[in-house]
């Protein structure tokens, strides 16, 4: 399984971004996919998943900005992030999880500073 995210990249506040995450070696619609992040000096924390049936969950400090989606024909889940803030800078990681499995790519960076 490999899972490749890109997108990332240096913004300005108030700017926006868009992640994608393409997965190989995996019956992708099967899969929740999900969108995590690591600020330096914290601990990864949850932005947003979504299920193989659609439904959604993002963190708190993200609703309204950023949102998950996903192309099941294409292998590849979004976060198209808006409004970014400084505090929104982090490594982003792309997961994939179904029952006892559990997949993370590596990270892109994402850096909103002006």
């Known amino acids: 399984v490999q899972l490749q995210a890109s997108g990332g990249g240096l913004v300005q506040p108030g700017g926006s971004l868009r992640l994608s995450c393409a997965a190989s070696?995996?019956?992708?619609?099967?899969?929740?996919m999900g969108w995590y992040r690591q600020a330096p000096g914290k601990t990864r924390e949850l932005v947003a998943t979504?299920?193989?049936?659609?439904?959604?969950n993002s963190a708190d400090s993200v609703k309204g900005r950023f949102t998950i989606s996903r192309d099941n024909a294409k292998n590849t889940v979004y976060l198209q992030m808006n409004s970014l803030k400084p505090e929104d800078t982090a490594v982003y990681y792309c997961n994939a999880r179904a029952h006892v499995l559990d997949y993370w790519g590596k990270g892109t960076q994402v850096t909103v500073s002006s």
């Open positions: 979504i299920t193989s049936g659609g439904n959604t």
């Open positions: 070696g995996m019956i992708f619609s099967l899969y929740t």
